[in-house]
């Protein structure tokens, strides 16, 4: 992994508790990748964070689609979550 690559990952993990639901949203969704398997543990625990961002969803309903999406389930919206 590159330097500035392993830098933003520690940024967005660090974006997981974050007291802002904006930056945790933003990074689940910057983390979400089939790849990330070892991440799922820890979405979980987020799954049922209340906290709506204006304009967007939940934090928990972006950990739930980010935990389909690792997993390689069909793209689903949030929403629907």
Not at 2 to 21: K, T, Y
Request: no cysteine; proline share 7%; glycine share 6%.
């Amino acid at each position: 992994m590159r330097r500035r690559d392993a830098v933003a990952r520690q940024a967005f993990l660090r974006g997981l508790d974050d007291p802002e639901p904006e930056v945790r949203l933003w990074s689940i969704f910057a983390l979400a990748n089939p790849g990330n398997e070892w991440l799922v543990a820890k979405l979980e625990t987020m799954t049922s964070d209340p906290a709506l961002v204006p304009g967007m969803y939940t934090v928990g309903q972006e950990a739930r689609w980010a935990i389909r999406w690792i997993r390689g389930d069909a793209h689903i919206d949030p929403e629907e979550l």
